[in-house]
């Protein structure tokens, strides 16, 4: 992927949990946040394992953005499923 090509919104719908390991769900995570200008969304499943990734991912993005003056929104969106 170019990282100079950015999309105003990038949007990862039930991403992560197809990655193995932390190291490549957090490489995945840098790498869609470097490709918005404006918006990351990210959406798992609403289970324990899901919020795990997601928190991950925030975590991990947390620290990217301190090396980076971006003006970006992180969206994190865990799916319950039907009430």
Same mark, same amino acid.
């Given at each position: @992927?170019?990282?100079?090509?950015? @999309?105003? &919104?990038?949007? !990862? !719908? @039930?991403?992560?949990? *197809?990655?193995?390991?932390?190291? *490549?769900?957090? #490489?995945?995570?840098?790498?869609?946040?470097? $490709?918005?200008?404006?918006?990351?969304? &990210?959406? #798992?499943?609403?289970? $324990? #394992?899901?919020?795990? %990734?997601? %928190? #991950?991912?925030?975590?991990? &993005?947390?620290?990217?953005?301190?090396?980076f003056r971006k003006q970006s929104t992180?969206?994190?969106?865990?799916?319950?499923?039907?009430?």
């Amino acid at each position: @992927f170019s990282l100079q090509v950015q @999309f105003d &919104l990038v949007v !990862a !719908a @039930f991403t992560l949990s *197809e990655l193995p390991s932390v190291n *490549e769900r957090e #490489e995945a995570v840098t790498t869609l946040w470097r $490709k918005t200008s404006s918006y990351l969304v &990210l959406v #798992e499943n609403g289970t $324990k #394992e899901g919020h795990q %990734m997601l %928190m #991950e991912a925030r975590d991990s &993005l947390l620290k990217v953005l301190k090396y980076f003056r971006k003006q970006s929104t992180v969206i994190l969106l865990s799916n319950v499923g039907p009430v």
